[in-house]
């Protein structure tokens, strides 16, 4: 057991609901009004935006996600975390996807959350899940 700030406790909390398969249920600890960007994608605003946004994708459905905490670390109320991210088809496809996120906590929800990957590397191991 951890003393985890409740910053960090919630944002492991989201983590593993997804890892999970509770996508709605780790979706529902962001703000409403939540700023949501995926560099280098477009920016996303709001929660439902937010889950359509990874529901489009297939996170939840035809796509399972292993989303791995390998470091965290705290300087105010935003948390970084160092991750890998592995999203699996129903047909045993992977990717793997090295991540840099940044979650920002306050009033007991996520208002911001930062993801930096490659996304060259990103859509050629999803075209090759397609081929």
Do not use: C
């Not at 906590?105 to 590397?121: C, K, M």
């Amino acid at each position: 057991m951890t003393d985890d700030t409740p910053e960090i406790a919630l944002v492991r909390l989201f983590f593993q609901r997804v890892n999970d398969d509770r996508f709605d249920d780790a979706i529902n600890l962001l703000a409403e009004d939540v700023f949501y960007h995926n560099i280098p994608l477009p920016e996303i605003r709001g929660r439902e935006n937010a889950r359509s946004f990874h529901k489009a994708f297939g996170v939840g459905s035809r796509i399972r996600v292993d989303w791995q905490i390998l470091r965290m670390g705290q300087d105010g109320d935003t948390i970084l975390t160092e991750r890998l991210d592995l999203f699996m088809d129903r047909n045993g496809g992977r990717i793997t996807l090295p991540t840099m996120g940044s979650m920002r906590v306050n009033d007991g929800a996520i208002r911001e959350w930062r993801d930096y990957f490659d996304l060259a590397s990103f859509e050629q191991q999803a075209a090759a899940l397609d081929a």
